[in-house]
């Protein structure tokens, strides 16, 4: 991630009023762990670069050239055999992917009626006129 105070990353879907979909929080446990998964998606948290990094949210925060040291970085993943790389990747997602495509219909129709409520209508709409607001 670029270090720059301006960019955060987060998942802050709850500041919205709505709630991130079930595989976006298990990758966020998965990353950040528990607790830390817990408060961010509760409070819709976004963090700076050096709080990302110490959450293990991201790996690295790098000031100066980020494309060049994401091709560093790839550079390191290319130079290993690519069945290999895609297996041991698969090792560890299979199990995520396999769930997120048996839960895909049901996961869709469960945010369409959530997002679709009138209560979540409401603050939407509260949100997105509060950012017209800002911008004027």
């Given at each position: 991630m670029g270090s720059n105070p301006k960019i955060s990353i987060g998942l802050n879907e709850a500041k919205f009023g709505i709630v991130a979909p079930f595989w976006m929080a298990d990758l966020m446990v998965r990353t950040v762990g528990h607790r830390e998964a817990e408060?961010?998606?509760?409070?819709?948290?976004?963090?700076?670069?050096?709080?990302?990094?110490?959450?293990?949210?991201?790996?690295?925060?790098?000031?100066?050239?980020?494309?060049?040291?994401?091709?560093?970085?790839?550079?390191?993943?290319?130079?290993?055999?690519?069945?290999?790389?895609?297996?041991?990747?698969?090792?560890?997602?299979?199990?995520?992917?396999?769930?997120?495509?048996?839960?895909?219909?049901?996961?869709?129709?469960?945010?369409?009626?959530f997002v679709l409520s009138p209560p979540v209508q409401q603050h939407l709409s509260s949100y997105l006129r509060s950012l017209r607001t800002k911008q004027t």
């Open positions: 408060k961010s998606l509760a409070l819709g948290t976004l963090y700076s670069p050096e709080d990302a990094t110490r959450i293990g949210l991201v790996d690295e925060v790098v000031v100066g050239d980020v494309l060049a040291r994401a091709h560093e970085i790839a550079a390191k993943y290319v130079s290993v055999p690519a069945a290999s790389r895609f297996s041991s990747k698969m090792l560890v997602r299979s199990k995520y992917i396999k769930e997120l495509e048996d839960r895909r219909s049901s996961d869709l129709q469960t945010f369409t009626r």
